[in-house]
C-alpha cells in the first residue's frame, strides 16, 4: 500500500466519523439537515480515494486534481474554524478530524 492510498484511506475515515459523529448527536427532526453535506462527505471521501489510487477513475484526472484543491482549502477553513470554537469537546473531538482531513487532503492534492 501506498503512502497516498494511507492518506487517502486516512481522509476518508475521518469524514465518515465527522458525518456519523454529527449525525448521531443531533435530533431525529434535525437530521435531514445533514443530507446535503452528509453527500458532500461521501463525495470528497471517494475523491481521495480515487486520488489515493484505490478507487479506478471515472472522473477525469485534471478534475479530480481541482476537486482535491477546492476540498484542501475548504476543509484547512473548517478546521480553523473548528480550532477557534467555543466549546472544549468540540476542539477536542472535531478540529482533530478535520485537522487530519484536511493535511490528507493537502497532501493528495500536491503530491498525487
Known amino acids: ?3 497516498y492510498s494511507i492518506f487517502s484511506t486516512l481522509a476518508a475515515i475521518a469524514l465518515i466519523f465527522l458525518l456519523i459523529h454529527s449525525i448521531w448527536n443531533t435530533a431525529p ?12 462527505q461521501l463525495f470528497a471521501a471517494s475523491l481521495a480515494l480515487i486520488r489515493g489510487r484505490i478507487l479506478p477513475y471515472f472522473i477525469p484526472h485534471e478534475i479530480v ?3 482535491c484543491y477546492f476540498f484542501a482549502l475548504y476543509l484547512t ?3 480553523a474554524i473548528s480550532i477557534a470554537a467555543v466549546g472544549k469537546p468540540h476542539r477536542k473531538k472535531l478540529a482533530s478530524l478535520w485537522v487530519i482531513t484536511a493535511v490528507a487532503f493537502w ?6
Open 29 to 40: 427532526e434535525k437530521r435531514r439537515a445533514f443530507v446535503i453535506p452528509g453527500l458532500i
Open 65 to 67: 486534481t481541482i476537486l
Open 77 to 79: 477553513f473548517t478546521s
Open 1 to 3: 500500500m501506498t503512502a
Open 107 to 112: 497532501i493528495l492534492a500536491i503530491f498525487a
